[in-house]
């Protein structure tokens, strides 16, 4: 079959590799899409950490092909979605129920072998089925809003809020309309992109700012701003210094920023301790979806997601390797693959 291969840092091809065999408690799960995300990116260019000659892909949606011995309840023919990370369940961090932060994290994709390839292998513990009605590029979103929908549980969002998110990919999208969901009363979205700010205000978004046009903070926070002296929540989504550097000037005393952006691991940004003392501001990381996946398929399901427009194009599997070993295009919100 064909498989993404991440060979080595800076080196990802399409390979012919077998077939894989399931293990007893396995699903074989023929790939129906798969989502290029941001930290493939990452992965390429050795900025995440990763396991190296594997196949990538960790947002994928598929049938069920064939079963293991020990598999109960999903029958061949089934579409299923898979939480790619998998926790070990021994270890203090999965003992106190924080599983995302599990010492001996094994993500499917990442560090073993993933959905850029027309089989994938996935744990029965880590598939959710999905409603046959489902479409398959729907359900490659499955991962990246449960995701999101932890970062938004991090942030507390209350009715009536106030929100910024920072950055319009396909992350700030998700994130905007989960906001919304939450109750935000006001969630403003800052993004270069004017094709993005537009479909930011067509599916949730109350505003949108131009950090091009003008320094970002004076125009959400300050005296003539959409927001006078901050919002409640401030979510960062880009995963760049710049935003990263925005996102606690954004916030009003008392109020909370959020990290979902992945930035390039060892970057640094400078940032002002005194300010978060002062005006007693929550900086908190949120990383991937502990608990969350079934949740999030469950949403998908419902409908309540606009994921039709976030599809920017569909792709080969012999494609990717040029997608994601170059920057995303002008426009592009999410790529899917399928094989």
Do not use: W
Not at 205 to 224: F, H, K, L
Not at 271 to 279: K, N, S
Not at 308 to 323: F, I
């Amino acid at each position: 079959m064909k498989a993404v291969r991440l060979e080595s840092i800076g080196n990802l091809f399409v390979r012919e590799v077998p077939k894989p065999t399931p293990g007893p408690d396995d699903l074989l799960v023929r790939v129906e899409a798969c989502g290029i995300c941001g930290t493939d990116r990452h992965l390429l260019h050795g900025e995440f950490p990763s396991t190296p000659n594997t196949t990538l892909g960790h947002e994928f949606c598929g049938i069920v092909e064939a079963r293991g011995s020990a598999v109960q309840g999903f029958e061949v023919g089934a579409r299923i979605t898979g939480d790619p990370n998998i926790a070990c369940g021994r270890c203090p961090q999965c003992q106190d129920g924080r599983v995302n932060l599990c010492r001996n994290l094994q993500a499917i994709g990442i560090h073993r072998d993933g959905g850029l390839a027309e089989y994938v292998i996935v744990p029965q513990k880590q598939a959710v089925e999905l409603p046959p009605q489902v479409k398959p590029e729907h359900g490659a979103f499955c991962e990246p809003l449960a995701c999101c929908l932890h970062g938004i549980e991090v942030a507390q969002i209350r009715p009536g809020a106030s929100v910024v998110v920072l950055g319009g990919g396909v992350i700030g999208l998700l994130v905007v309309q989960l906001a919304r969901l939450a109750g935000a009363a006001r969630v403003i979205l800052s993004t270069r992109q004017q094709s993005r700010r537009q479909l930011a205000l067509e599916i949730g978004a109350t505003d949108s700012v131009d950090p091009t046009a003008a320094d970002v903070v004076e125009q959400v926070a300050g005296p003539e701003g959409l927001a006078p002296g901050g919002v409640d929540v401030v979510i960062e989504c880009a995963g760049v210094a710049e935003t990263v550097q925005q996102s606690t000037r954004l916030a009003k005393a008392g109020g909370t920023v959020v990290i979902l952006g992945v930035m390039p691991q060892g970057a640094k940004v400078e940032i002002e301790p005194f300010d978060i003392l002062f005006r007693e501001l929550r900086v908190l990381g949120s990383f991937i979806n502990p608990f969350v996946h079934r949740r999030a398929a469950l949403l998908v399901a419902s409908g309540a997601i606009e994921l039709d427009r976030l599809v920017t194009r569909q792709v080969g599997l012999d494609e990717a390797p040029s997608v994601i070993g170059a920057p995303p295009a002008p426009g592009e919100v999410k790529v899917l693959v399928v094989p």
